[in-house]
């Protein structure tokens, strides 16, 4: 999952808003915007305060291959290699804002 859609879900989650989002990094909200698109990619800096406002840890955005996701019954996700805590409803957010995005392309096509 590109790193934009990881930050968006993970901000949706914890229904912050893209202005505080931008407002936190000391950036415009279109520059914001542009990072949860995939147009800019965060500077390690911006990673930083980004995993500390979402509650993640910087590796989170920065380990790609692999991402071994346990909900908190500690069922299995997907991926083979790291570990990543999310609670049930963070899990359940993504996978509903997957469906709706999923939904949204199927009537684009």
Do not use: C, W
């Not at 989002?21 to 911006?46: F, H, R, V, W």
């Not at 908190?72 to 957010?93: E, R």
């Amino acid at each position: 999952m590109e790193t934009g859609l990881q930050i968006r879900i993970l901000r949706e989650h914890k229904k912050l808003s893209r202005e505080s989002m931008a407002d936190l990094l000391g950036i415009s909200t279109n520059t914001y915007q542009k990072i949860e698109s995939g147009e800019k990619i965060p500077n390690l800096e911006e990673i930083k305060l980004i995993s500390k406002e979402l509650d993640v840890a910087p590796e989170f955005f920065l380990k790609k291959d692999g991402v071994f996701i346990n909900n908190v019954n500690n069922s299995p996700g997907v991926g083979t290699v790291n570990t990543v805590s999310m609670d049930k409803d963070l899990l359940k957010a993504l996978t509903e804002t997957l469906n709706r995005l999923n939904r949204y392309l199927d009537k684009s096509n």
